[in-house]
């Protein structure tokens, strides 16, 4: 069986490929009024469906210092690093 995170994060991913450019803007902005945790794993979330603008945003939100264990296992290495995932 499929871990639920996992599912979870995939439902989100199909639901955020039908936003459009002005939806996903949005999305990034209201997300800036949540916790660090939950911003790191929308940018994990638009890395992966290849949303590039905004996603800077996100980052720069985020204390560098902090990480966020999450347990994303199916998520690429590289990327868990870049958002400071554990």
Do not use: F
């Given at each position: ?39 790191a794993l929308l940018g994990v979330?638009?890395?992966i469906e290849k949303v590039k ?34």
């Amino acid at each position: 069986m499929q871990n639920n995170k996992n599912v979870h994060k995939g439902i989100i991913g199909k639901i955020i490929r039908k936003y459009n450019k002005h939806q996903i803007d949005l999305l990034i902005q209201c997300s800036l009024k949540y916790n660090s945790a939950t911003r790191a794993l929308l940018g994990v979330i638009l890395e992966i469906e290849k949303v590039k603008k905004g996603v800077d945003t996100i980052m720069e939100s985020l204390n560098p210092a902090s990480t966020y264990n999450l347990e994303l296992n199916k998520i690429n290495r590289l990327l868990k690093d870049k958002w400071n995932i554990k």
